[in-house]
C-alpha cells in the first residue's frame, strides 16, 4: 500500500515488486485467453489498431493496476502475440497520480494529475475531468515517447516528445521519471524548439522501424 511517507523512487519500487510478483502472472493468464486472437481475426485487416477493454487487478498490498491489451493486427498479433500497457492510478499526498511502466514494464515514469489536466486543455480543447476514461486516451495516442535531455546545462529536467505533443518533467533516476506537464508546439522557446526538432526526428525513425515489424500501425 503507498502512504504519504513514502518517497516515489519508494512507491516506484513497491509498484514494480507487485508488477513483477502478481500483477504479470494473472496478466499472462487472462491475456491468454483465445477471445483476443479470434477478435483480431475478426477484425485484423483493418489498418486501425486495436484495444480491448482495460483489465483492472489489485494486488495483495491493495495497489491497483491498469492493463490496457491492443493489437496492431494479425501480423503483429501471430509474430508478437497481444500487445498491452500497464499503468497504475493512485493517491500520493491526497494528490492522483499515474504510474507507466515502460522499457519492457523495467522503467517507470509518473504523471501528475496537472500534467492530464494541461493535456486536456492543450491537446483535446475540452473540459473534461481527471479520469481513468481520459488517461487510457492519453496513451492511446501516445504510447511512443522519446525522451531526451530539455538543456544543455546537466541538469535532470528532460522533454520526451510523443505523437501529440511534449512532455516536460524530470529525471529521478536512471530508471525513474516523473512528468509535469504537457505542451504544444509553439509552447516550446530559446533551446528547447532545437531539443525538440531532434528528438522528434529519433521518434519518427523509431516508428518507422516498429512499422517495418509490425509492431506499429
Known sequence: MIVDTMSLLEVAAELQSDLKNEVSVKMKRILADRKYWRTVLKYGNSKKTIYFNPLEIRTKRLNRFVVLPFSHGKKDFKKFGIAFTVISIFYYNKYPYVAWFVNGLNEVAFFKKHFFDRYD?????????FSEDLVLNFFKGNM???????YEDRSNNVMGVSNDGILLGEKLSPSI????TYISVDMLKGEQIEKHRLLSDNLDDYIKELKEIGMAA
Do not use: A, M
Request: hydrophobic share 25%; glycine share 4%; proline share 5%.
Open 121 to 129: 486543455e492543450r491537446f483535446l480543447q475540452s473540459e473534461t475531468l
Open 177 to 180: 521519471t516523473q512528468y509535469n
Open 144 to 150: 511512443h515517447v522519446f525522451t531526451g535531455p530539455q
